[in-house]
């Protein structure tokens, strides 16, 4: 059994910088036609320059694959018209991170008051800028993207002309929420639809699996599994593919991510095929996200087999998703 999947997009990526850029770009380069590259590295993206800097770093680390990162900013709340302005030439999006919610987003927004955003709100909704939001509170850890819920809410009724799109995805509530805001769009992981809590911490920990939102509860990812499989229209695969070395992984203090980018489409086949959805997967790693976002990415063809392959223990100092263990579909070809 084969598939061809059209130009697959990541919406959702993080390339990191230096030495870790150069082991993971190739692996995203390879296989995507296009992702959506985050801006949190240390220090964040924040300005014109350093956003391109980044991108030439990122299209040398590429191999002259056919890949187009889609740049993000860090996004700060005193941003101006002006500055979005110029800036819109270069960017994608921005991506909001409230303060100190995951890695390296202590630069990030510490009140989601309205009245706060407002005047960045409305300079991005009148230049047609989508805003990437990473949306937990500080409050249990179990509870918090359930209880940003109400943010989304007040930034979509309040901004309606801006395109808001609530990043990974992990709970019931969220996935509801799409329904009722014309404006609300998300991204879902591989890993969350893969996994819950009891996969990361019911036996033994796994670090590798750590991740923020941490994987919730089994309805949870029924949820997400029920939209991503149905190819709902307002989902996009994002992988928040998350690389750090291992001796960051496996530490006292293990850094939240999963790196799933190598194995991302492998993977996703499998899963589509055993729920007899591998129809729609083109739209859920593309078509979707070329709708929403009215993206013509580079022209690139994957073609899969479903061929058992091992994934790799480690690519460099990172360790995959399902490392060491057998996924049934490989990748046959790119052209
Ligand atoms: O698990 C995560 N890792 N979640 C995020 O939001 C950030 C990411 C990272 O940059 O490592
Ligand atoms: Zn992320």
Redesign the pocket.
Known sequence: MQIKLNSPLDMHL?LRDNKMLETVAPLSSYSFAGAVI?P?LVPPITTIEALLEYKKRIIDSTCRDTFEPLMTLFFKDDYKYEFLKEAKKYIFALKLYPSGI???SEGGVSSMDIESLRETFEAMSELGIPLLV?GETNGFVMDREREFGSVYEQFAKNFPKLKIVME?ITTKESVDLLDRFENLYATITLHHLYITLDDVAGGMLKPHLF??PIAKRPEDREALLRVALSAHPKVMFGS?S?P?PVDKKESCGC????FTAPIALQALSQLFEKHNSLDNLQAFVSQNAKKIYNLNPPKKEIILEKKPSIVPKSYGDVVPMFADKELSWSIKLVE
Do not use: E, F, Q, R
């Open positions: 993080h985050m949190n995951t890695t390296n990473h990974h991740c923020k928040d998350a750090h850094a939240a991510g999963v």
